[in-house]
């Protein structure tokens, strides 16, 4: 099976937009830190917050792989979606519990990267209600071009 172009274009955006956040999250936490003795800032709150934004993303990525199949799937098509949607939340919650746990990542920065990839969905949906030419969800839809 070969990644829609769109599926590419989606993650990458998601990707680079949840990193982004996460890094203004990071600067958020050292802040903080600073200004509150209780905070302490060290390694693992950028290793947390990548660890979870990274989990986040590879949710959304199997996501668009799964509707991606299930739109040539035809009558399977939701259940292929539903018994996507619960692999994808199982592994989500096991990723995110192990990150939790393991001393090198904050959990802090693991829970909040696990939304960063949601903070970026929102925005860009709100952005494309204004500007709709540009919707590559569009180009999913419509048949866009398979690489």
């Not at 274009?9 to 600067?27: D, H, N, P, Q, R």
């Not at 199949?69 to 539903?82: F, M, P, R, V, W």
């Not at 919650?93 to 802090?108: E, T």
């Not at 920065?109 to 204004?130: D, E, K, M, N, S």
Request: charged share 15%; net charge neutral.
């Amino acid at each position: 099976m070969k990644l829609d172009k769109a599926v590419k274009k989606e993650t990458l955006i998601v990707s680079v937009g949840a990193l982004s956040v996460g890094v203004l999250f990071v600067l958020l936490f050292l802040v903080i830190s600073l200004l509150v003795d209780a905070v302490i800032f060290d390694y693992t709150v950028p290793l947390g917050t990548l660890y979870g934004t990274v989990a986040s993303v590879l949710n959304f990525f199997l996501m668009a792989i799964s509707v991606q199949k299930a739109l040539n799937a035809g009558e399977d098509a939701k259940k292929k979606i539903q018994l996507s949607y619960s692999f994808r939340m199982l592994l989500l919650v096991v990723l995110l519990g192990l990150g939790v746990y393991l001393p090198y990542f904050h959990w802090a920065g693991v829970l909040a990267g696990a939304f960063f990839p949601r903070v970026v969905i929102f925005v860009r949906g709100i952005l494309l209600r204004r500007h709709p030419e540009s919707d590559a969800v569009s180009e999913l839809t419509d048949g866009g071009d398979a690489e």
